[in-house]
Structures are given as structure tokens and as C-alpha cells.
């Protein structure tokens, strides 16, 4: 698909800007993201190629202004609701219950 | 579907799954083909960015036999087939006065490209 | 494919990642789909037991042994495997060597495909638009902003990751430097060096 993500040749996307002595992850949630992917990854719940695809179809604007570890976790809840592993109305519910926990 | 556990993730990590294919497929190029990608515009997923498409290249290099990520991501199956190292020139990409002692490789599949005519 | 396409906005909380990857680790737990010391254990060996070292190993070997560097840059997976490391998105390997003549920097122009065995997870500019968008269109211009200069007369190859293929950059080894232990050779690696966005310079 002609997505955002097709970015080869790409004008006006800014300075590269590497960081200093950069940490493997920059917060607990990145560490838990990586485990769930790696682990629904490897226990064969969807390949590398519906996991790409899942990334491309999370909308251009919502690609451009979130980091790595967010397309990985819009991907991992897309085709695990997908997969019939969960719904989305599980997923909804068990996040308001826990934003409730944390007010 | 398996569950990973712990004692399981040594191996995981250390094995991955390779897309590479153990099984022959007839490859439609050879190392010094000069090549034309073919210009699609797939709705679906493709691993062909838009800046080869329509380009021309030489093929440098046969890497094997790999899955095609067209159909595999969509479950129209593996459709094994050969990936190429392909070089192109700058100047071929972006036109212009853009220097040719430089040079960008990429990886086509079979069905990414055509025979120049 | 068009049951796939729902951006699912959330506008009001709960929408931060922290909240969101806790709700689906604990109904995935819940249902015994994921194991909890296996994802500890993930995280550990991505955090921990795997970096840019590897690879700084494998180079630093490359560099002292003639026959070792001839099987790398024939056959990446297998020589990589013989220091032990191989496996997620190192499954095939290929080795691209820095001369006088070549300059070699990889790229993904697609997403954020790297070398995991040899290098760890990528760092946030190799995986962001900036760094993808410019690498295969204007590659010394992105050297530049590196603080690397190649000679006019160098080649700068840029190869796009975009097929099973993960590639690692061979540096060319610093002058002064024929003492030196595998040991030593190898603190001297950089990560960079290995992605070909930095270059190894000769010790004072």
C-alpha cells in the first residue's frame, strides 16, 4: 500500500538527531510491549508479514506522530483481537478498570 | 499456538523464524540482468517502496528463496520465490544532477521485476 | 482488507501506552496465552545479553583472521553463528566491507529492520522517519550530519533493508592499531561503525 510508512525519498521529516549513550528502552512500557510482541510473536499468533501490514493500516497521522514501540503495540492489539484471542470490548473494559485504579 | 514459556525463550531468541524457504523455486533472473521494476500500486501489503518502482537496476546478487510478503501477509499463501540484491544509480532514482559514483542496493523479489526490453 | 482499517482513536484516557500494554499483558496473561517470566526473560535478553558488543566481536575477529573474514562475507549467518550469536531478525546475515573504495550504511527505509544478534534493538533514529527517509536519497548529507566525511572518489553504497536480508557493516580497521589484541580491536567498535552512519577513528 502507498502508506506513510514508504518513506525512501521523503522530504521534510526534520534533523536526525541521535541520541547520546542511548538506553535500550526509555521506559517500563517499551520493556513490556517487547515482551508481549516477542512473546505472541514467537508463539506463532500471526507472522512477520501481518505484523508489518498491521503497523501500515494504523493511519498516517497516528503512524507520523507515535514512536516505534506504539506501532508495536497498536499492532499486537490488532491482530490479537483479530485472531479471536481477545475482543476489543475486553480490552476497553479491562483499561477503563485499570485508569479507575490508578484516579 | 504454543505458550513461550521461560525456558523456552534461549532457544526463540537464538533460532527466529527465517523466511528463507527450503524448496526450490526456478529463479526468472541471473547476476548481471539488467532489470525494470515493474510500477504497482497494491493496496495491500508490499515490501517494493515507491522510489524503485518503474526504475531500472542491475541484479548483483541471488539471495535464495524466500516467502513473498504480497501474499503471504494477506493469506493468499507463500508463493516461493527468488529476492535479488539490486543496484541502482542515483541518478536512475532521483533524476536531476544527482552523482552517480554513488549507489543504493535493494532487495526485489521474482515478482517485483521484469527484463528490460 | 478493509476490516483491518480502524485507526481506533482513543480521545479520553485510557489511552497512554503504559495503561494500554498493562490492560492487554494482563488479559493475555489471564487467559494463558503469554507466560509472565518468559516476557521477564525476553526483556532481559534484549536489554542485557545482547548489543552492538556482539557485533563489535564478530568485526574485531574479521580483522585478525584472514580465513574468518573470508567466511563472513561469504556466508554472514554461519560465521556470525560461530561466535554464538544468531536467530530474531539475524536469521539471514549478509556483511557489506568498508575499503577505500566502498563506504557501506544500511538503512529500512519500510520500518525498522536491523541486525538484533549482532547490533541489539535499534536506537530511536534508525527507527524514525527522519534518518528512513533521507538515508537512500541523500546519503552523504546524512553522513554529514553524523560528523562523517567520505572522499569524493569513495563509493557511498546505501543498502535498503527491505527484504529478509539484515545487514552488517565490516569497518575498515584503524591505522595504528596492528599491536592491539582481539580484545582491544573490539572496545574500539562502534556501534555506528557497524550501521556505516560513524567510522572508526585511529587511536592517539
Not at chain 1, 526534520?14 to 513490556?32: K, Q
Not at chain 1, 499468533?45 to 507520523?64: K, P, T
Not at chain 2, 548483483?60 to 529476492?83: L, M, S, Y
Request: with cysteine.
Amino acid at each position: 500500500m502507498n502508506g506513510v510508512h514508504d518513506l525512501g525519498g521523503m522530504h521534510g521529516m526534520g534533523p536526525i538527531d541521535p541520541e547520546a549513550n542511548e538506553p535500550v528502552f526509555h521506559d517500563e512500557w517499551e520493556r513490556r510491549v517487547f515482551g508481549v510482541v516477542i512473546a505472541t510473536f514467537g508463539g506463532g499468533n500471526y507472522d512477520v508479514d501481518q505484523f508489518r501490514h498491521a503497523i501500515e493500516l494504523m493511519g498516517a497521522a497516528n503512524y507520523l506522530s507515535t514512536s516505534y514501540y506504539e506501532h508495536w503495540l497498536h499492532m499486537v492489539e490488532t491482530l490479537m483481537v483479530e485472531n479471536g484471542t481477545i475482543t476489543r470490548d475486553e480490552l476497553d473494559a479491562e483499561q477503563a478498570k485499570l485508569a479507575k485504579e490508578a484516579a | 499456538m504454543a505458550v513461550v514459556t521461560a525456558d523456552m525463550v534461549a532457544e526463540l531468541s537464538a533460532t527466529g523464524a527465517s523466511c528463507r524457504l527450503d524448496e526450490t523455486a526456478t529463479p526468472r533472473f541471473s547476476v548481471g540482468d539488467h532489470i525494470v521494476v515493474r510500477n504497482i500500486n497494491p493496496p495491500g501489503h508490499t515490501r517494493m517502496p515507491r522510489y524503485v518502482r518503474g526504475k531500472r537496476g542491475v541484479v548483483q546478487r541471488d539471495h535464495g528463496v524466500f516467502i513473498f510478503p504480497d501474499t503471504n501477509a494477506h493469506a493468499q499463501g507463500e508463493k516461493p520465490q527468488h529476492v535479488y540484491s539490486v543496484r541502482f544509480t542515483p541518478s536512475e532514482l532521483w533524476g536531476g544532477d544527482a552523482s552517480d559514483r554513488d549507489s543504493i542496493y535493494i532487495d526485489m523479489w521474482d515478482d517485483y521485476m521484469d527484463l528490460q526490453g | 482488507m478493509a476490516k483491518h482499517d480502524h485507526t481506533h482513536e482513543h480521545t479520553a484516557p485510557p489511552s497512554d501506552p503504559a495503561l494500554r500494554v498493562k490492560a492487554l499483558e494482563s488479559l493475555l496473561l489471564e487467559k494463558g496465552v503469554i507466560d509472565a517470566e518468559a516476557l521477564d526473560e525476553i526483556i532481559d535478553t534484549y536489554e542485557n545479553k545482547t548489543g552492538p558488543r556482539n557485533g563489535a566481536a564478530v568485526v574485531a575477529r574479521a580483522w585478525v583472521d584472514p580465513d574468518y573474514k573470508k567466511r563472513l562475507l561469504e556466508d554472514g549467518t554461519g560465521a556470525i553463528a560461530e561466535m554464538g550469536f544468531s536467530g530474531i531478525q539475524g536469521e539471514d546475515m549478509l556483511v557489506v566491507e568498508n575499503t577505500a573504495e566502498v563506504h557501506n550504511m544500511v538503512v529500512c527505509t519500510l520500518c525498522s529492520c536491523y541486525p538484533w544478534p549482532t547490533l541489539g534493538l535499534p536506537p530511536v533514529w534508525y527507527k524514525a522517519a527522519p534518518y528512513r527517509s533521507r538515508a537512500v536519497s541523500d546519503p552523504r548529507g546524512v553522513l554529514a550530519e553524523f560528523g562523517v566525511e567520505i572522499a569524493d572518489d569513495t563509493e557511498v553504497r546505501v543498502w535498503d533493508s527491505n527484504a529478509e536480508l539484515r545487514y552488517l557493516v565490516l569497518p575498515v580497521r584503524p591505522e595504528g592499531t596492528d599491536g592491539m589484541s582481539e580484545d582491544e580491536l573490539a572496545a574500539m567498535v562502534t556501534r555506528d561503525s557497524m550501521i556505516g552512519t560513524g567510522v572508526i577513528q585511529a587511536p592517539k
